[in-house]
Structures are given as C-alpha cells and as structure tokens.
C-alpha cells in the first residue's frame, strides 16, 4: 500500500485561501485516483474531491463545487487542494486517500490508503 503525508493545514480567515499537499511513497500514484476526505467533530466523514489516475477526470461535493481545486503531479508524486473563499463549515481534518487503479470516485468506501489528515481551521 502507498504511504500518505499530508501538509498545508492550518489557521486562514474566512474568504482567504490555502493549499493542501498530499505526498506519497512506497508505490507511483499515476495508478491510484486520489481523494480528499475531510471530517470535523462531531460531523460524518465527508469525501470533498477526487481525482483520477491521469488527472483528467475530477469529482466534487457540492459543498465545494467552485471553490475547491483538486490537482496531481505525478513526476512529484504529489497531489493538491487548492481551498479558495474559505467558510467557517470548512474547518475540520482534511485526510488525503488512495484507491489503486480506481476511477476517481465520489465513493469514500472505494479508498484503502489513508493519510493521517492535516487540520484546516477557518476563523471567521
């Protein structure tokens, strides 16, 4: 299974903006889709953005639809969420998911690997 580290997260006010990084090891990620899956206290786990293999294909919550960007690189192993005209409701652990030779489901189930999150908190 491919190892995730996510990075990025922290404290942004309302409306601002943050990228979140999700660097993988142990495998090469052009055969996983990825996901980003985020939870806040309290709340049910929440898929937010996925992406498939090749990076041609994206799926989004419409929570985010908008606002939200999900990108790879796959030369870095890496994968990205671009959080643009951050909410209040946005705060919670963001996780980043693998799914190996998935195609970039909205289905959080699909996801076998996991990060152990990165926290994004919005100050309103």
């Known amino acids: 299974q491919v190892q995730l580290i996510e990075s990025g997260g922290g404290l942004v006010q309302a409306g601002g903006s943050l990228r979140l990084s999700c660097a993988a090891s142990?495998?090469?990620?052009?055969?996983?889709?990825m996901a980003w899956v985020r939870q806040a206290p309290g709340k049910e786990r929440e898929l937010e953005a996925a992406?498939?293999?090749?990076?041609?294909?994206?799926v989004y919550a419409n929570t985010v639809k908008g606002r939200f960007t999900i990108s790879r690189d796959n030369t870095k192993n890496t994968v990205y969420l671009q959080m643009n005209s951050v909410k209040a409701e946005d705060t919670a652990v963001y996780c980043c998911?693998?799914?190996?030779w998935g195609p970039g489901s909205g289905d959080s189930r699909r996801y076998d690997s996991w990060g152990q999150g990165t926290q994004v908190t919005v100050s309103s």
């Open positions: 998911a693998a799914d190996r």
């Open positions: 992406i498939n293999g090749s990076g041609g294909n994206t």
């Open positions: 142990g495998g090469t990620i052009n055969t996983y889709a």
